[in-house]
């Protein structure tokens, strides 16, 4: 009992002189501030459960949206795959295409082949055939009258037709009409003939006057009635076409092209059908020596056009060449 009223009054002059009371304060006041630390920690976990939330949330919709393009591209993938398959598809069957006409087309070349040998072959034995025929027939046509042979070894035919001529022509082959040669009294005369289709190169020359008229104008006067009579001359001129190849560059490799010239233009100078026909009539049916070619020309177009000796040399090439299937044909 007096240990509790010795307590007692401890206590009480502790709270009288307020030691205790501030003890109490200063702990109240740290009690405060750690559950306001307290307090300020529960929510900032509060806030981080809901940030953690809002970025599981967006993580979940990322997924399923994630999940959602997943399908999508299996789906596209399965229809790019199917598409290639039938490209490959129809790539091996062009590919099959394309062997079975090159296989064809080597069969056509080689029968052509064949068929051009055994044509060449066919034109020899014409040829041959033909040149015997002609043979023969100068052998039939042969006689003592147009060959070394004596008049014993003619034919009957030969001998009479020899005779029947002789009767009745003169030595020379013609009847003997006791005229004098040319026009006959009498005889309308048969001048040249105008071409038909004459077109004038410029304008018609007036002829002078006669020297009766110069000398007496007072006695003549013009009929109105003309004669014409033409000169026709040859004029020559030199053409020349340009062909124009454009150049093309390629966008992503910077590669240039040109675009290509035709065959007949495959040089920087060409010379045409008409110069080449020129060129091998000259030399060959009017056998003009190649040289003398080549200036008849650089004198013709005054230098522009320069002939060398191998190109005319090599036009009798070229037209023989093509015109291998004309001589097929017609010998």
């Given at each position: 009992?007096?240990?509790?009223?010795?307590?007692?009054?401890?206590?009480?002059?502790?709270?009288?002189?307020?030691?205790?009371?501030?003890?109490?304060v200063?702990?109240?006041?740290?009690?405060?501030?750690?559950?306001?630390?307290?307090?300020?920690?529960?929510?900032?976990k509060?806030?981080?459960?809901?940030t953690?939330?809002?970025?599981?949330?967006?993580?979940?919709?990322?997924?399923?949206v994630?999940?959602?393009?997943?399908?999508?591209?299996?789906d596209?993938s399965?229809?790019q795959?199917?598409?290639?398959?039938?490209?490959?598809?129809?790539?091996?069957?062009s590919?099959?295409?394309?062997?079975?006409?090159?296989?064809?087309?080597?069969?056509?070349?080689?029968?052509?082949?064949?068929?051009?040998?055994?044509?060449?072959?066919?034109?020899?034995?014409?040829?041959?055939?033909?040149?015997?025929?002609?043979?023969?027939?100068?052998?039939?046509?042969?006689?003592?009258?147009?060959?070394?042979?004596?008049?014993?070894s003619?034919?009957?035919?030969?001998?009479?037709?020899?005779?029947?001529?002789?009767?009745?022509?003169?030595?020379?082959?013609?009847?003997?009409?006791?005229?004098?040669?040319?026009?006959?009294p009498?005889?309308?005369?048969?001048?040249?003939?105008?071409?038909?289709?004459?077109?004038?190169?410029?304008?018609?020359?007036?002829?002078?006057?006669?020297?009766?008229?110069?000398?007496h104008?007072?006695?003549?006067?013009?009929t109105?009635?003309?004669?014409?009579?033409?000169?026709?001359?040859?004029?020559?001129?030199?053409?020349a076409?340009?062909?124009?190849?454009?150049?093309?560059?390629?966008?992503k490799?910077?590669?240039?092209?040109?675009?290509?010239?035709?065959?007949?233009?495959?040089?920087?100078?060409?010379?045409?059908?008409?110069?080449?026909?020129?060129?091998?009539?000259?030399?060959?049916?009017?056998?003009?020596?190649?040289?003398?070619?080549?200036?008849?020309?650089?004198?013709?177009?005054?230098?522009?056009?320069?002939?060398?000796a191998?190109?005319?040399?090599?036009l009798?090439h070229?037209?023989?060449?093509?015109s291998?299937?004309?001589r097929?044909?017609?010998?």
């Amino acid at each position: 009992m007096d240990n509790t009223c010795y307590l007692l009054r401890q206590k009480i002059e502790k709270l009288e002189s307020g030691k205790e009371f501030q003890k109490l304060v200063k702990e109240n006041e740290i009690l405060s501030q750690r559950v306001k630390r307290q307090k300020n920690t529960l929510e900032n976990k509060t806030q981080i459960i809901d940030t953690k939330n809002r970025v599981n949330n967006d993580l979940r919709h990322k997924i399923s949206v994630l999940r959602d393009q997943r399908d999508e591209y299996h789906d596209l993938s399965e229809a790019q795959k199917k598409i290639i398959k039938e490209q490959k598809e129809e790539i091996a069957y062009s590919q099959k295409r394309y062997l079975k006409a090159e296989e064809l087309l080597k069969q056509s070349t080689e029968q052509n082949a064949s068929d051009q040998a055994q044509i060449s072959d066919q034109a020899k034995k014409i040829a041959e055939l033909q040149n015997q025929i002609y043979k023969l027939q100068i052998m039939l046509r042969t006689d003592s009258s147009n060959s070394g042979k004596t008049s014993a070894s003619d034919s009957e035919a030969s001998r009479a037709k020899r005779h029947k001529s002789r009767s009745r022509n003169t030595g020379n082959g013609r009847k003997a009409a006791g005229r004098k040669l040319g026009g006959q009294p009498g005889h309308k005369g048969h001048p040249r003939s105008k071409p038909a289709g004459s077109v004038l190169s410029g304008p018609e020359i007036e002829c002078p006057e006669p020297k009766e008229v110069l000398e007496h104008p007072d006695q003549w006067k013009k009929t109105g009635r003309t004669r014409t009579h033409l000169v026709y001359g040859i004029t020559l001129m030199v053409n020349a076409s340009c062909y124009v190849s454009d150049q093309w560059i390629n966008k992503k490799t910077g590669k240039k092209i040109y675009s290509p010239f035709p065959e007949e233009a495959a040089n920087e100078v060409n010379y045409g059908p008409s110069i080449k026909a020129a060129a091998a009539l000259l030399n060959n049916y009017c056998n003009v020596s190649v040289r003398k070619t080549s200036e008849f020309f650089s004198e013709l177009s005054n230098g522009a056009i320069q002939l060398s000796a191998g190109w005319v040399s090599g036009l009798k090439h070229e037209f023989s060449v093509k015109s291998k299937v004309l001589r097929v044909t017609f010998c």
